[in-house]
């Protein structure tokens, strides 16, 4: 089963950190009820504008837990897709 589709905004220092290998996980608010299995379109912008790069990931795993996770968000760990 194929996950939902997100197209997100990222700050161009997360984004590079992505691309190196650096980082492999995205946290956010749960706005949107992410699942393992969703593809994110993140959009690198850089506090006025889009700067035109993108990446697309896929969400491996997804921790949703008030024990480690700040109230109403979920951190997401994340595999590049080419």
């Known amino acids: 089963m194929t996950g ?3 197209e997100l905004k990222i700050l161009p220092e997360y984004f590079e950190a992505i691309v190196k290998g650096e980082k492999n996980f995205e946290v ?3 706005d949107r009820n992410f699942s393992k299995g969703d593809i994110l379109f993140l ?3 850089d506090g006025r504008e889009y700067t035109g790069r993108t990446i697309k990931v896929e ?3 997804l921790l949703d837990n008030p ?3 700040k109230d109403g968000y979920v951190i997401m760990a994340i595999k590049v897709l080419l």
């Open 67 to 69: 024990a480690y996770c």
């Open 43 to 45: 959009r690198e912008h």
């Open 28 to 30: 956010r608010f749960n």
């Open 4 to 6: 939902k589709r997100h």
């Open 59 to 61: 969400v491996t795993y």
